[in-house]
Nanobody, 121 residues
Framework: QVQLVESGGGLVQAGGSLRLSCAAS????????MGWFRQAPGKEREFVAA????????YYADSVKGRFTISRDNAKNMVYLQMNSLNPEDTAVYYC??????????????WGRGTQVTVSS
């Protein structure tokens, strides 16, 4: 059974940083793409960042480019999202996801339950 568990969310002031982690279990994900998505209250879930199975290719939403960095550790089945220069518009529940390939939509196979990120002004 595939399981994704996010951690690292919390409350931070504008301009601050957080690092999200996602632990994957249930199979070996070293050949799968991994990604982060977010959903703010009243809005649809949106793509934030993704990384290819090798880590050689990364993808970002325009809204986070230059501020967020996605990385992975295949030996540990982990994916991370370093978030810097946070602003209130980044407030959302952040979800980890796994898929065979990177797609810049929410059509991913496996999802975590999410972790709340709140940025105060």
């Amino acid at each position: 059974q595939v399981q994704l568990v996010e951690s690292g969310g919390g409350l931070v002031q504008a301009g601050g940083s957080l690092r999200l982690s996602c632990a994957a279990s249930g199979r070996t994900f070293s050949t799968y793409a991994m990604g982060w998505f977010r959903q703010a209250p009243g809005k649809e879930r949106e793509f934030v960042a993704a990384i290819s199975w090798s880590g050689g290719n990364t993808y970002y939403a325009d809204s986070v480019k230059g501020r967020f960095t996605i990385s992975r550790d295949n030996a540990k089945n982990m994916v991370y999202l370093q978030m810097n220069s946070l602003n209130p518009e980044d407030t959302a529940v952040y979800y980890c996801a796994v898929n065979k390939i990177v797609v810049l939509t929410t059509a991913w196979n496996y999802w975590g339950r999410g972790t709340q990120v709140t940025v105060s002004s």
